[in-house]
């Protein structure tokens, strides 16, 4: 993680992810307990955010089609740097394109 995050990123994710330095997770509810105020909220605004950034992705898959199903098997380094390359392009195309 240290090679693709700085100090001040993360990744949002849901409850089934481990928290760590890079991985921020919604909060679980206790065994027989409830959250508590704090951690409703900060689920919330976690939820929020990604509910924002589902529709960034659903916004880049309507205008670019390829990335619904883009046609690279990953059988090797040379084509996750080849999908990540692609994504990269439609990114800064949209960005471009607005």
């Known amino acids: 993680p ?3 995050f700085s100090d001040d990123e993360y990744v949002l994710a849901d409850a089934g992810y481990k ?5 921020v997770p919604i909060k679980k509810k206790p065994r027989n307990s ?3 105020l704090a951690d409703q909220e ?4 976690i939820s929020s955010m990604r509910v924002k950034i589902e529709h960034a ?9 390829s990335l619904k199903s883009i046609p690279v098997r990953i059988k090797r380094k040379e084509d996750v740097v080849k999908v990540n390359a692609w994504i990269r392009v439609c990114v800064a195309l949209n960005n471009f394109l607005m």
């Open 2 to 4: 240290e090679r693709f």
């Open 19 to 23: 928290a760590t330095n890079y991985i």
């Open 34 to 36: 409830e959250l508590s």
């Open 42 to 45: 900060f689920n919330t605004k």
């Open 57 to 65: 992705f659903g916004i880049l898959k309507e205008r670019f089609y």
